[in-house]
């Protein structure tokens, strides 16, 4: 026990070293970064993150103004605030997001035991190359999905967000290959995050098919 908070001390003790040597400039990159990652969520899946007393977006503006008109006190006390809702924020928001990622795999899975086994049965045929596609978008929704865990897990929440988010895409991705139409808790998220992969992928594979 003695240990456990030894090394809770300790940890705490570098988060203020690394608060005192960080800039406010490398701060408020950061805390930029965070909020940008949750509002995204936020606006492709509809997912309301919960937070204090105020929401993202007035936190987000509330740090601008603080940031270039305030002094020295008011930008510490308003970045130290911030820090604080986002990172509950973004602890909040790993639950919702991993049930999603957990919902679309296993959505994407369940289509393609039913197309797997259309092709077996030789009521649909499928190329070779369509079916090593998407069962490697399947590997990689879940390897990333495992993943956001242990970030989750070890605190990293923003990473953790990330990878959820990773996750999520290869999973629309394998759907996409498949020819299933999107879920519409996620079609949002499909014409954002995936399509722009989508047109870019198909766009490479046209050239390389006009080159040779």
Not at 58 to 74: K, S
Request: glycine share 4%.
């Amino acid at each position: 026990m003695k240990w456990v908070t030894s090394v809770i001390i300790f940890v705490f003790a570098l988060t203020l070293v690394a608060k005192t040597t960080m800039s406010y400039r490398e701060r408020k990159k950061q805390l930029d970064g965070k909020i940008t990652l949750v509002l995204d969520i936020k606006e492709q899946l509809k997912l309301e993150p919960e937070i204090g007393k105020t929401s993202i977006e007035t936190m987000r503006t509330q740090v601008e103004e603080t940031y270039r008109g305030g002094n020295r006190v008011e930008i510490e006390k308003t970045l130290s605030i911030a820090e604080g809702d986002i990172h509950a924020t973004q602890r909040k928001l790993c639950f919702p997001m991993e049930e999603s990622a957990t919902t679309l795999y296993q959505k994407a899975m369940g289509q393609w035991i039913l197309l797997e086994g259309e092709d077996k049965s030789g009521a649909k045929q499928l190329e070779w190359d369509t079916k090593e596609k998407i069962q490697r978008y399947l590997v990689m929704a879940k390897t990333e999905k495992d993943h956001a865990k242990e970030y989750f897990l070890s605190g990293n929440y923003q990473l953790s967000l990330h990878t959820y988010k990773r996750s999520l895409v290869y999973s629309l991705m394998s759907l996409r290959s498949q020819k299933v139409e999107i879920p519409e808790d996620y079609q949002t998220a499909d014409s954002v995050w995936v399509q722009p992969i989508w047109m870019g992928l198909h766009k490479q594979k046209q050239n390389t098919i006009q080159e040779n």
